[in-house]
């Protein structure tokens, strides 16, 4: 079975690599064309290529997919399927019906539930308790193709973008070793996707700021669903930082101004939220210009005190 793999990332290449480690035939890998990174602006590969390159197999970059050169040299392929994990570009029509198979994405959703780009983040975010990954036929909608194979995973109260991701990663993985194997052998029946459809839109820079006036829940919901990157952010006498490791603390007897610093410890800044009752705490903090520090470090370097008031606006 010929399988072009298309994705980007890291998220992606993890996958890659798992599939051409179980000794599946990857004859072409497609990715994102290189970016500028680093003070240099020097073209840096993109996860996937680098995995691409390790295994010494075909990487193509192109512009576009569904034209142009991008489309010659896949068509010339001609793959019995194609994976795509986080690919980043649409495929239109004549890609979608060039495999034998079809295409297939690795989704680390319950689809339908947050179809789109920041599933993991808005299942954090919302506070589900339970997520997982879905394998699915791409169609030219959105995320709206049949189920080939789909699996669960609770969310811990612990888990944090990052975590949830690792948790994640490896189970769509194992999910797709699986799934070649099967599809191989004829053995993949595709279902409709059932239930109420609800979606994941991009991240954007103003939602990143915290909202004090907000329940703890739901800061501590927020913290977690961009922790470690982007990072949720507030300011403080004009210096933004941003805020890391997030714990829900018991409500306050007394009542505080929202965003207020009420005690500093050396494993914690707790700070006042929704009605000024509420207690979220952080183990880690990072002002603009300098490196994550402690609430110890934070204290002794004069950058916050108890009592100092973080506010969303400048």
């Not at 329940?215 to 300011?235: C, L, M, W």
């Not at 207690?279 to 950058?303: A, D, H, W, Y």
Request: hydrophobic share 35%; net charge positive.
């Amino acid at each position: 079975m010929k399988i072009v793999f298309m994705g980007t990332p890291e998220y992606s290449a993890k996958h890659l690599q798992a599939i051409v480690e179980a000794g599946f035939n990857v004859i072409g890998v497609f990715s994102q064309p290189d970016k500028p990174a680093g003070r240099g602006l020097k073209l840096k590969p993109t996860p996937v290529k680098e995995i691409a390159k390790k295994y010494k197999l075909p990487v193509y970059q192109p512009d576009k997919i569904s034209t142009g050169e991008g489309w010659k040299a896949l068509k010339s392929l001609n793959p019995d399927v194609i994976i795509v994990v986080s690919y980043g570009k649409i495929l239109r029509k004549n890609v979608l019906e060039l495999p034998k198979f079809g295409c297939f994405n690795v989704h680390p959703s319950l689809l339908p539930r947050y179809r789109g780009t920041t599933p993991i983040q808005r299942a954090l975010e919302n506070g589900d308790d339970i997520t997982g990954v879905t394998i699915f036929k791409l169609d030219e909608g959105v995320d709206t193709g049949p189920i080939a194979m789909q699996r669960s995973i609770k969310i811990s109260l612990d888990d944090t973008y990052g975590s949830l991701s690792e948790k994640l990663i490896s189970l769509g993985c194992e999910m797709l070793v699986e799934f070649l194997e099967e599809l191989s052998k004829g053995k993949i029946e595709l279902k409709p996707q059932k239930g109420e459809a609800t979606y994941s839109p991009k991240i954007t820079k103003e939602e990143l700021f915290i909202d004090w006036s907000m329940s703890g829940e739901k800061i501590f919901n927020k913290t977690r669903a961009f922790d470690p990157e982007p990072a949720v952010r507030s300011y403080l006498n004009g210096r933004l930082f941003k805020f890391f490791s997030v714990a829900l603390e018991a409500r306050s007897n007394e009542s505080h101004l929202p965003g207020q610093i009420v005690n500093i410890s050396k494993n914690s800044v707790a700070i006042a939220c929704g009605d000024g009752k509420d207690i979220v705490s952080f183990k880690k903090l990072q002002p603009s210009g300098k490196k994550i520090m402690s609430p110890t470090e934070l204290k002794n370097g004069r950058l916050i005190k108890e009592g100092d008031v973080f506010s969303s606006e400048s």
